[in-house]
């Protein structure tokens, strides 16, 4: 299983180089982020075109999530992280598929910090982790997919010095990232490559792709039940480097689904 997990940044305005993406690779499972598009404004149709069942939470000029399955609908679980009723942010999306739960997330940017956004990203946090213990209780083969809007150490920044008071940097985004992986989750793209700098986002500012000046904030974290599936995991950094592109480029990580079923 190919799954990946991309913030489009715009869902409509991005629509052709997604499809060009998606017929290229061909993923198994695509986990998006961003859409900035009201529940009814989704490209459904072309998306069923290029051969995939999509599933989505959208909203208005901002936010929205979506899984799309290529062999087949997901059975769609939670819209929206449990937690708070009363948010109404489109922000998370659980599905499972194939025999793997698939929760596409986007957690809030948070900045500025401190402040009532960061309060936020902090609070939303916590809701993750409770989440995601409740996915360890359960035992599921579960992968945790998407925008986290955090870069867990300084070899996941270009210039860590530059970020220590933003929400993506800050102590208590990192600590509560750990949090979470220490519950038991794999950080695939980090175990496939120990040591090296590897980048997810590059700001449209400053020329910062072309200086590799970027960030590494989309993460794939697999349940324990589930890492022992990884073959691979990179980012197609090729994405980023084509005409009006989003500033994400698509994270993947390559599944042996049979070496779990064994």
């Not at 997604?18 to 017929?23: A, H, K, S």
């Not at 999509?54 to 901002?62: A, E, L, T, V």
């Not at 937690?83 to 500025?112: F, H």
Request: glycine share 6%.
């Amino acid at each position: 299983m190919l799954l990946v997990t991309f913030n489009v940044n715009g869902i409509n305005s991005r629509l052709g180089a997604l499809l060009q993406y998606l017929e290229e690779r061909q993923p198994d499972v695509v986990c998006l982020q961003e859409l900035k598009a009201p529940q009814e404004k989704f490209p459904e149709q072309a998306i069923r075109d290029a051969g995939y069942h999509p599933i989505w939470h959208g909203q208005k000029s901002w936010n929205g999530v979506a899984i799309l399955t290529r062999d087949g609908p997901a059975e769609e679980i939670h819209r929206g992280l449990p937690g708070d009723p009363l948010d109404e942010q489109s922000r998370y999306l659980e599905a499972a598929y194939q025999g793997v739960l698939v929760a596409c997330l986007y957690l809030p940017n948070g900045n500025p910090a401190p402040g009532p956004k960061f309060d936020y990203k902090l609070a939303w946090f916590e809701r993750l982790i409770l989440r995601g213990a409740e996915l360890m209780k359960a035992g599921v083969p579960a992968v945790l997919a998407g925008d986290f809007n955090v870069m867990p150490t300084d070899i996941d920044v270009y210039k860590p010095e530059r970020w220590l008071t933003d929400a993506l940097f800050r102590p208590e985004t990192r600590e509560a990232f750990h949090r979470l992986v220490d519950q038991g989750w794999t950080d695939s793209l980090r175990t496939m490559h120990p040591d090296q700098k590897i980048y997810t986002f590059w700001d449209y500012f400053r020329n910062a792709f072309d200086r590799d000046a970027g960030l590494r904030i989309d993460h794939l974290l697999l349940s324990p039940t589930l890492a022992p599936a990884l073959r691979g995991a990179g980012v197609d950094k090729f994405v980023r480097a084509r005409e009006k592109p989003s500033d994400h480029a698509p994270t993947w990580v390559e599944l042996d689904l049979a070496a779990i079923a064994r």
